[in-house]
């Protein structure tokens, strides 16, 4: 199983990325996906998740109304819009396959995405 992530970068506070995660290995649609980040010297931390018909999604309070999770089964890839982003929401980003929707953990990680957000 592999997913992998892109999409991070440097970018001023109040901007915008789109994070993607390719995944292979495994039956995409079956797979819950989510997102998680981990700052520096903090624990890794719940971002967003998406179930597998993307009838369902889930995001931390943190991001709620600024990021949005999405999932392209016919590309077995998910996606996390990132908008109007602050300084702490600087980490690595981490792309993950659950077979339980919203779970805290994850069956499968991804590499992860450095963002980096400048004020």
């Known amino acids: 199983v592999q997913l992998q992530a892109s999409g991070g970068g440097l970018v001023q506070a109040g901007g915008s990325l789109r994070l993607s995660c390719a995944a292979s290995?495994?039956?995409?649609?079956?797979?819950?996906m989510a997102w998680f980040r981990q700052a520096p010297g903090k624990e890794r931390e719940f971002v967003a998740a998406?179930?597998?018909?993307?009838?369902?999604?889930r995001t931390a309070d943190s991001v709620k109304g600024r990021f949005a999770i999405s999932r392209d089964n016919t590309k077995n890839t998910e996606y996390l819009q990132m908008n109007s982003l602050k300084p702490d929401d600087t980490a690595v980003y981490y792309c993950?396959?659950?077979?339980?929707?919203?779970?805290?953990?994850?069956?499968?990680w991804g590499q992860g995405t450095q963002v980096t957000v400048s004020s």
């Open positions: 993950a396959a659950q077979r339980v929707f919203g779970s805290k953990t994850a069956d499968y």
């Open positions: 290995g495994l039956a995409f649609s079956n797979y819950a």
């Open positions: 998406i179930n597998w018909s993307s009838s369902y999604t």
